[in-house]
């Protein structure tokens, strides 16, 4: 049968606990004396979301706009092409060549 202190259990703090070098106390304290308030830290995160969400939207709102004004754009271009306004002959036989 293993003793207290083979088993790691005996130390200056009770029977039973795992030792802790002073080292690792320290980095333990250190680490309780800097860990962030769970809820504040949720707050952090869910305003950092809150931002970058705004930003995506913004951003989707911007290429749906592009996306409708390209739309009025080929729809009169093709209007364009179908009344004789602008002559597209010399473009389609450039475009045949390239494919």
Not at 24 to 30: A, K, R, S
Not at 87 to 99: C, F, I, L, W, Y
Request: no cysteine; glycine share 8%.
């Amino acid at each position: 049968m293993r003793t207290e202190h083979e088993r790691g259990t005996a130390g200056r703090f009770a029977a039973g606990l795992p030792r802790i070098s002073d080292g690792q106390l320290l980095f333990q304290l250190h680490m309780l004396a800097h860990a962030k308030d769970p809820e504040g830290e949720q707050r952090a995160i869910i305003a950092f979301l809150d931002q970058k969400t705004i930003r995506v939207d913004a951003l989707i709102a911007e290429v749906r706009g592009a996306i409708d004004h390209l739309k009025e754009l080929r729809t009169a271009l093709i209007s364009a092409a179908v009344t004789g306004k602008i002559d597209v002959r010399d473009e389609a036989s450039t475009a045949s060549k390239v494919a």
